[in-house]
């Protein structure tokens, strides 16, 4: 048996001589999956330090021998995902919507859209700048040069005519 000085240097060596090579034919048997190919030739080195004392002494030998032991992990490798289920992933839910897809929410949305529709154009105005936008009544009245008392009282009845909207169609 080598001791552990040896057996770092002839690793180091094995390493530098053979690591190139080893991790392309690992990244070609991998079909270009290149963690997994680094995580095969971690493993394959590992089992050579492992072995060191039983490691042919030629180039060729080592090369066959680290060669054998990739592909036989590489073959562990898809046998074992084939015999588990495929893995499944990581989705963050904080970027899926909240909002319930149905049928209902589509068949309120679209009475929605239909009886903004019927709103009078004056109306829509001031409901898109107030609720959408955000616009305080005040800039509002400016922007469409009317007192702010009117367009409180649009947005009251463009409401109310959307509210009656919404009830006459459920």
């Known amino acids: 048996m080598m001791n552990s000085a040896t057996s770092s240097e002839r690793i180091n060596a094995l390493h530098a001589a053979h690591s190139a090579s080893l991790l392309r034919f690992l990244i070609r048997s991998t079909h270009g999956e290149r963690q997994t190919a680094e995580d095969l030739a971690q493993e394959t080195m590992l089992r050579a330090w492992r072995h060191a004392d039983r490691l042919p002494d030629d180039f060729a030998g080592e090369q066959r021998w680290l060669f054998a032991v990739a592909r036989n992990l590489v073959i562990d490798l898809f046998r074992a995902r084939q ?24 068949i309120a ?12 154009a004056a109306q829509r105005d001031v409901l898109i700048d107030l609720h959408l936008r955000g616009e305080q ?6 922007k469409l040069r009317i007192p702010v008392g009117t367009v409180k009282s649009r947005a009251h009845y463009a409401m109310r005519a959307l509210r009656h909207a919404m009830e006459a169609g459920d």
């Open 137 to 142: 009544p005040h800039a509002v009245a400016a």
């Open 109 to 120: 949305t679209q009475s929605m859209v239909t009886a903004f529709e019927q709103l009078t």
């Open 83 to 106: 015999s588990r289920p495929p893995e499944t992933p990581v989705v963050d839910l904080n970027r899926l919507s909240t909002t319930v897809d149905s049928t209902d929410a589509a």
